[in-house]
Each structure stands twice: as structure tokens, then as C-alpha cells.
């Protein structure tokens, strides 16, 4: 039985777990071991997370299949536009792909970003991210792509993705 919940910061490391458990065979075949690494610890740290809950800088959601969590979303309205929201971070484990937890994790964002009276979704997806199909089939458009300098020598070289949500 799937359940979405929304996170506080006692889910912190349930959330840094699961990122590190999705992140190594995500990102393996595109990314070094040291720029995986580097953005875990940078993105994925306890304190950074907490933080994020705690000052509502992204609201955390984590999807339960039989009271084991097994993805999570992050998501919040844009800094610099705030009728645009942005879907920061959607993982699941890998031994759940094909059983619907992605699309069930995207369409609790979406029905959030509604509820909150908007109807952008976007995010930014790695250019050689294999969800880029995933997303396209849930109706996200390719807008722009953008490198964004995370430090130490590191890009993210992305495509940027938008979708209109509509109450259906």
C-alpha cells in the first residue's frame, strides 16, 4: 500500500539515505565518483536538510510502500518568480522503478502546486539523465538548458523542463 507523507526534520536521514541509495546508480554512468560525492554531501547533508524543512525553503514529501520508504520529492515556489514552482529533487529507489512511485511522487507535487493556486511546474534534469523520458511522458517540455557552478569544479550541465498544470 503506497502512502506519500509529508517530511519533517525527524525524516532527515530517511531522506539522505535514500538519496544516497538512488543517487550512486543514477548518476554512476554520468557523472565521476567524486562529483557524485561532492554534491551528495553538498545537497544531501543532515544539517542541510533540516534546514531546508525547518525554514520551509522546500517542502519534503517521502512515499511509503507497506511503511518502507521508497522515493521522495522536494519541491517550492522559485526565489526569483513565486507563480512558478520548482521541483527540486524526485528520487525512488531503483528495485521500485516500473511500479508507478515516480508518477505517484510527481502528481502529489503537482496537486500541491495547484492547491497553492499556480499551474508551473519545473525542474532541471542532467542532460543525460534517463528520466528526461519519464518527464517528457508526463508532459514537461524541454525549455531551455542552463550549466549551473556548484563549486570546486563542478557543473551541472542541465536541460531546464516546465509543465502547465491543469485541474482534470
Known sequence: MISIKPATVDDAEIIRSLAEATWWPTYSPILSKEQISYMLNLMYG????????????QTYIILYNDDAPKGFAAYAPRAENKEIYKLHKIYCLPETKDMGFGKAL????EDAVLSAGKNILELNVNKYNPAIGFYLRQGFIKIYEEDIDIGEGYQMNDYVMQKILTHE
Do not use: F, G, K, Y
Open 46 to 57: 543532515l544539517d542541510t536538510i533540516q534546514s531546508q524543512i525547518t525554514n520551509r525553503e
Open 106 to 109: 510527481l502528481q502529489a507535487v
